[in-house]
């Protein structure tokens, strides 16, 4: 099945014919229907990166919003009502539409590339998450265009977003919305699972896989074990709110502290499953930029991992203040510091990659040393918060506001500024001017520093989250000041960002296949790539390839050309074990998204819509399984 | 597989499950216990700790020593096999470190803090 790289006389041709035939089999019809029915990895992950920015921009106009009402004393452009809306609708968009969402977005893009795999496994499942993805955003943005947007913070504590004080259908729209987003991502979560294990190319062993593939290993896992925890949280809220439950009612024998539970069981691991695959970008994109391997990548594997299982012991430091006992919370505090350690290991290597090497400090480097410097920041005030007696003492303040902004945006959006430079080539064929890179860089970390730093202060002067305006005499008004004036330039460096990428997208200088001369699979191939991804299948013999096998990079044949077909490989050696078929193209995945929306949608008004709408959901699932008498229908 | 065969892969990977396991349970203990030790003050919040950390310690040594101990098929995978060992002892000593925490933590508090 294996066999070395032929010579290139006659490797041209045989290679013309072979990308002819593949070219057909794995086509994505042009046309409205054939946009609609696609099921490859990579028109999915680009439309996911691209819907996740959209919301990006959209969460960044309401902080903009929130930070002109907060700079100066007594502000009346938003009332407390449109506040709580604002602030509500921030903190869900940014968590549920766009860091899980992105991160996993760019996952589905890049991890069958990585692997050296022609898509991704269930695809048709794939498509039908960013349709549900894309409903779920839909109904959050229309529910708040139409004044019904939820107004009871990200994390909708009972008794506040309960039947007692929630009224209307505010908190409805959130907990449906929670559902919209976690079957998206536990679908991408199986799907990038079963990828990793069985897909990865022959000879791609444990000892072999790409940082950031590890990564969305441990990430996709924790979706997998702490996302029910939210959909069984938001699912009995519905019940209380529409049928009359009590989960939640302590008059009735439920228990208000169960949610807290229930949501930061889910809520913490979140942190992290916004920051691993983060972290597994910048493990990756640091050696071609350090031109030198990565130091520690068993170090750098093991953090993943313990970091991955360590996230489950630490959601009780959001609840220090809720009356459990100090001797039980002090377990939660001694896991939260411990978790410093994978963390610290992480910054350790990459320190030492880029001191042992020889740094060119393009884009994607400039924000891996910005996310270094703002990590490190947002990991040490979480030692500080992760203590009891002092996060008593700043509790609901600014300055958490400020850790969390430093952990979430310095951890993960600044490693993905980076990766959406350094992997554009991939996305788009075209690369990023660096000049307006360097400039948003820039624009960025000052301001991004310039105005969360200081709320760090204001927390300490006692300025509680949440306030939609406060007194002229209180002493936070000229820091307040200060703070949305450097939210300008943080917007500024956002949007240069945006028209850099627009721009380059279209009029962008063409990309060479490997423009970095990076060592992972995904540069092997075309940029971008073709709908096959790979003519071949490379034969992996090091953590590096392209780097250690530059020129003879060995390919396994044996796939068939007239149908869709994947290698499927063992999961600890990597090693050949079957061919399997990979579906084609259908436009049931939206069919499906379309009835399901109908039901969860639906079923905010009443309870009958899961009967009823499940009927429609049967057929469209029914109209997906059934055979098509395609050559994709065999194993 | 044969029995010798599963064994001898579960203890490579004890570290990554062992370790985990243990410490998992102690926080749920550590939610329990201090009720209890705040009724009779007998540390076992603390006495639970420190067993787990042993526990946790003989995880990581497993992981660590398996690869050693153990030649014939698994020679053909060796990387692979190392690479597991590794990261499984090195797991398993930051759960003994999260555990031991715990313990001395439980050491100065009497469990009736509220």
Request: proline content about 7%; overall charge neutral.
């Amino acid at each position: 099945m294996t066999r070395p790289a032929p010579a290139p006389d006659a490797r041209d041709s045989d290679r013309t014919l072979l990308a002819g035939a593949l070219a057909e089999t794995w086509k994505t019809p042009s046309g409205f229907w054939g946009a609609l029915a696609t099921v490859d990895h990579k028109i999915i992950g680009r439309r996911y990166i691209f819907t996740a920015f959209v919301f990006l921009a959209l969460g960044g106009v309401l902080a903009a919003l929130m930070r002109i009402q907060l700079a100066q004393p007594e502000a009346r452009l938003l009332g407390p009502d449109r506040y709580n809306q604002i602030f509500t609708m921030h903190g869900a968009n940014m968590m549920f539409l766009f860091a899980v969402p992105v991160m996993e977005a760019v996952a589905v893009y890049l991890v069958p590339l990585m692997v050296g795999t022609r898509n991704i496994a269930f695809p048709r499942l794939n498509a039908f998450s960013y349709w549900i993805y894309l409903a779920g955003g839909a109904l959050l943005w229309t529910a708040f265009a139409l004044d019904m947007g939820p107004d009871v913070g990200w994390f909708a504590y009972v008794p506040l977003s309960g039947p007692q004080y929630g009224t209307g259908k505010r908190a409805d729209i959130w907990a449906q919305m929670i559902t919209f987003t976690e079957i998206s991502a536990l679908a991408v979560a199986v799907e990038l699972v079963v990828t990793i294990f069985k897909q990865r190319a022959p000879g791609m062993t444990l000892d072999r896989i790409p940082v950031f593939v590890w990564a969305m290993l441990v990430t996709s896992f924790l979706v997998i074990m702490a996302m029910p925890a939210i959909v069984l949280a938001s699912t009995s809220l519905i019940l209380d709110r529409l049928v009359g439950t009590h989960f939640y009612n302590p008059a009735e024998g439920g228990d208000v502290l169960l949610w807290q539970h229930l949501f930061w069981f889910f809520g913490h691991p979140e942190v992290y499953i916004i920051f691993l695959p983060a972290a597994g970008m910048v493990s990756t994109m640091i050696e071609p930029f350090a031109r030198r391997p990565a130091f520690g990548y068993l170090g750098l594997v093991m953090a993943l991992i313990a970091t991955g299982i360590l996230a489950f012991g630490l959601w009780v430091h959001h609840m220090f203040v809720a009356g459990l006992p100090r001797l039980g919370d002090s377990f939660f505090t001694a896991s939260s510091m411990a978790i410093a350690i994978p963390a610290g290991i992480q910054v350790f290597c990459w320190l030492a990659t880029l001191w042992d090497g020889t740094p060119v400090f393009k884009t994607p480097l400039l924000f891996i040393v910005g996310f270094i410097v703002t990590f490190v920041i947002g990991g040490l005030n979480g030692v500080m918060v992760a203590s009891v007696p002092f996060d008593t003492q700043v509790h609901d303040t600014y300055f958490v506001v400020a850790h969390f902004h430093y952990v979430l945006i310095g951890g993960a959006v600044f490693p993905l500024l980076g990766a959406i430079h350094y992997w554009f080539p991939k996305l788009t064929g075209r690369t990023m001017s660096e000049t307006l890179g360097q400039w948003s860089f820039w624009l960025v970390f000052v301001g991004f520093n310039a105005t969360f730093f200081p709320m760090h202060i204001l927390g300490l002067e006692g300025m509680p989250r949440r306030i939609y305006t406060y007194q002229p005499d209180l002493p936070w008004h000229g820091l307040n000041l200060f703070v949305s004036f450097s939210a300008v330039i943080l917007t500024a460096g956002f949007l240069l960002f945006f028209v850099n990428a627009i721009r380059s997208a279209r009029f962008g200088e063409i990309a060479p296949d490997n423009p970095w001369d990076a060592p992972t699979l995904e540069w092997a191939t075309t940029s971008p790539p073709p709908s096959y991804n790979f003519a071949m299948i490379p034969i992996v013999g090091s953590l590096r390839p392209l780097w250690d096998d530059r020129d003879t990079l060995p390919i396994a044949d044996g796939l068939r050309t007239d149908r869709r077909e994947l290698i499927v490989t063992t999961l600890a050696t990597a090693e050949p074990q079957a061919r399997e078929a990979s579906p084609q193209n259908s436009i049931w995945p939206l069919w499906a998204a379309i009835a399901t929306t109908i039901m969860l949608i639906w079923s905010i008004f009443s309870p009958w819509a899961v009967v009823w709408g499940s009927i429609p959901v049967a057929f469209a699932l029914i109209g997906w399984f059934w055979p098509k008498g395609t050559p994709e229908d065999g194993s | 597989m044969s029995a010798s065969k599963l064994l001898t892969h579960l203890s490579i990977w004890a570290g990554l499950w062992i370790a985990p396991l243990v410490w998992a349970a102690n926080m749920q203990l550590g939610q329990i216990l201090p009720y209890a030790d705040c009724r009779s003050q007998l540390h076992a919040s603390a006495i639970t700790s420190f067993i787990g950390a042993a526990l946790t310690i003989a995880s990581g040594l497993a992981s660590w020593l398996s690869p050693r101990m153990v030649i014939g098929d698994i020679e053909e995978h060796r990387g692979n096999v190392d690479f597991g060992s590794a990261v499984s002892a090195l797991s398993a000593g930051l759960f003994t470190f999260a555990l031991l925490m715990q313990g001395i933590a439980a050491m100065v508090l009497t469990g009736c803090e509220k």
